[in-house]
């Protein structure tokens, strides 16, 4: 269908709050990624997943970060105990296959605010 | 590891004269390598890529790149530069071979074409 969305695009937060990023991708795509970009900075890798298997989630920054994608669908990004420094845009992305060779199509991201 | 640097934060260029964003890159093996080009308050929009072959690879909107193995480098270039042009690029690298997409990106380059 359409392009990879979304929800919120933008989210302004308490400090401790817990914050859920919710990511559709193009539908049929296989992999699913998230990237955080911080400001003036380029998007830097978070997780992957493959259908609903999350293969690699080395660039997670703590275990405050949780992502899952229980039906290999829709994503969600799960920040819990927000801090400052977690302000970021997050991106997702997809892929119609598995393989570092394939296109990745972004969604517009979203910008969280921890105050 | 693999890294990616775009030496130059800013690019200004007049419309109509060609124009080029660099980029080098660091990565164990042969790479994937591509570009994408963001404008504000939106996502990454992909615009080439080089996988294998020819190593002068012809993207959206009239951008090329050369991807040179000797100099590490994937330089963006395009003829004729437009106003409409003027974003922030990124420069991105992928192990090849590899099941993934994790990409590595470059910081940005931020062009803008006057008029």
């Known amino acids: 269908g359409a392009g990879v969305s979304q929800s919120p695009r933008y989210k302004v937060a308490k400090r401790g709050q817990d914050v859920a990023l919710r990511c559709d991708p193009i539908s049929g795509h296989v992999s699913l990624f998230w990237y955080q970009q911080a400001l003036g900075q380029g998007p830097e890798f978070l997780t992957y997943f493959q259908n609903e298997a999350q293969l690699d989630k080395s660039g997670l920054p703590s275990d405050r970060f949780f992502a899952e994608r229980p039906e290999g669908s829709v994503s969600t990004l799960k920040i819990q105990r927000t801090q400052q420094e977690d302000s970021a845009v997050y991106l997702c992305?997809?892929?119609?296959?598995?393989?570092?060779?394939?296109?990745?199509?972004f969604g517009p991201g979203t910008r969280l605010l921890v105050l | 590891a693999q890294s990616v640097a775009q030496p130059e934060d800013q690019v200004n260029v007049a419309e109509g004269n060609p124009l080029t964003v660099k980029c080098t890159y660091s990565?164990?093996?042969?790479?994937?390598l591509f570009w994408y080009v963001q404008y504000p308050n939106r996502g990454l929009q992909f615009l080439l890529k080089y996988i294998t072959g020819d190593n002068l690879v012809k993207g959206s909107y009239g951008f090329e790149a050369e991807f040179n193995k000797s100099q590490t480098s994937f330089h963006l270039k395009k003829p004729s530069a437009l106003v409409s042009d003027s974003a922030l690029y990124f420069c991105a690298v992928r192990r090849r071979n590899t099941n993934a997409g994790k990409s590595t990106f470059g910081d940005g380059t931020t062009l803008t074409v006057k008029p």
């Open positions: 992305a997809s892929s119609l296959d598995a393989g570092s060779q394939e296109t990745q199509y």
């Open positions: 990565v164990s093996g042969n790479p994937y």
